[in-house]
Every structure is written in C-alpha cells, then in structure tokens.
C-alpha cells in the first residue's frame, strides 16, 4: 500500500478503525479476535446496526505503532469473511 500514515501520524497513536460487515451477534467477537493477534488489548467497540437490520457497523480504538501495523491490521480486517469494508 502507498500511504503517508508516517508522514500525518506520530506514533504511537489511537486510530478509530470503523468495521461493517453482516449482521450476526458473533462478529464483534470475531473482529477483536483478529485485533488481539496484531494489538492486544481491551476492546469494547460501539455497535450500530443498518437501518434494516442487514449489517453491523462496529467503531473500535486501537492503540497503533507504525504505518506497517495500520496496512497489518486493515488487510487481517478485511480479510475476514463476515467484513464487508473497513475505514
């Protein structure tokens, strides 16, 4: 990826990673599972379902080290099945 998170960011830093995907009540777990792995931590993130019921958006803070971290935990994010896009 060419970004320019080491030039805009100074770490390490609290990035607000925004998590839609298919509505189910196991995907917040699914989704801290794989954070675990890259940025251990306790994660408690904010739920917000569509407006008709399909997906879920979750808000979560992680805690970031360096540009190869961010590009690390996006591409595990959207790797997963149940995770349709992550900003």
């Not at 770490?11 to 801290?32: E, Q, R, W, Y």
């Not at 599972?33 to 992680?62: C, F, M």
Request: charged letters at 25%.
């Amino acid at each position: 990826m060419k970004t320019k998170f080491d030039e805009l960011l100074e770490f390490p830093t609290v990035l607000n990673f925004k998590v839609m995907g298919v509505a189910s009540d196991d995907l917040p777990d699914i989704v801290i599972a794989e954070l675990q792995k890259h940025a251990p931590g306790d994660y408690s993130p904010t739920i917000k379902p569509s407006s008709k019921g399909n997906y879920h958006s979750l808000s979560i803070p992680v805690t970031v080290t360096s540009k190869d971290h961010i590009e690390t935990i996006y591409k595990t994010l959207t790797a997963l099945e149940q995770v349709r896009y992550v900003l």
